[in-house]
């Protein structure tokens, strides 16, 4: 695996990560108060997500792929609720259900992840 596809899995397992817990989201807020933490999890999972090209499909087996591939729809789907200009930051976010869900989705992707590098 080269340089470029280990950071880029490591990148994506940390956004994961992000998504799919309280803590971390809290804990990213407070390290930047200025951010919009969902916003900017999305941004980072869509621009880190690349399935067009052929050296990120080789970092994952095709089950990972195809796991992956289904949580970026479930993103996509998000983008639509999540453009609304008063779309809740954290802790508030943690009430809006479809945040919730994608939540238990990113946890349940990283659960099938071999997640060594």
């Not at 940390?14 to 990213?28: A, C, G, I, N």
């Not at 999540?82 to 989705?105: C, G």
Request: charged share 30%.
């Amino acid at each position: 695996m080269t340089e470029l596809q280990k950071n880029s899995k490591l990148n994506l397992i940390m956004t994961l990560t992000y998504f799919s817990s309280k803590e971390e989201q809290v804990r990213y807020k407070k390290a930047v108060p200025f951010v919009h933490i969902p916003i900017e999890i999305m941004e980072q999972w869509l621009s880190g997500f690349l399935p067009e090209q052929e050296w990120f499909r080789e970092i994952f087996t095709k089950e990972e792929f195809v796991t992956l591939s289904m949580f970026n729809e479930e993103c996509l789907k998000a983008q639509k609720f999540m453009k609304k200009e008063d779309y809740p930051d954290v802790p508030d976010v943690f009430e809006i259900e479809e945040w919730n869900y994608l939540m238990a989705k990113a946890q349940e992707t990283i659960d099938k992840l071999d997640n060594g590098v």
